[in-house]
């Protein structure tokens, strides 16, 4: 259950970077090394930058890029339209991570 909430805490941050960037938040039910759930404090630092309070991590910083497609922001007039700028659009690496 520990790797779980672990992997969970990571699923929500890389979703929220894709979906909308970071916002401040706070996560709870996240394991300590002991097993036992802390609230996890998430704060934006910088662009690509968030500090996470306590830090679950081992080290200092934990690297967390998230591939995406940068599309045009518009109203697409069918599913079909948004697909292909989607397809159309270069991938590029947002480079995210977290530190304590």
């Known amino acids: 259950m ?7 805490l ?7 970077f894709s979906a ?3 916002a ?3 996560m709870v039910y996240v394991p300590d090394a002991e097993g036992n759930p802390m609230t996890v ?6 662009e690509w930058e968030f500090q996470m309070t ?6 200092s910083r934990f690297d967390c890029p998230v591939m995406a497609r940068r599309v045009r922001k518009q109203v697409f007039r069918s599913h079909a339209e948004f697909w ?5 659009a270069p991938q590029v690496v947002l480079p995210y991570f977290c530190s304590a």
Not at 10 to 16: G, H, L, N, W
Not at 41 to 46: A, I, M, V
Not at 84 to 88: D, E, G, L, Q, T
């Open 10 to 16: 990571i699923d929500i941050v890389s979703t929220q």
């Open 2 to 8: 520990n790797d779980f909430k672990i992997f969970e």
């Open 24 to 26: 401040d938040r706070e």
């Open 84 to 88: 292909a700028a989607w397809y159309a």
């Open 41 to 46: 404090n998430l704060r934006r630092r910088g």
């Open 20 to 22: 909308c960037g970071l």
């Open 54 to 59: 306590p830090f679950p991590f081992a080290g």
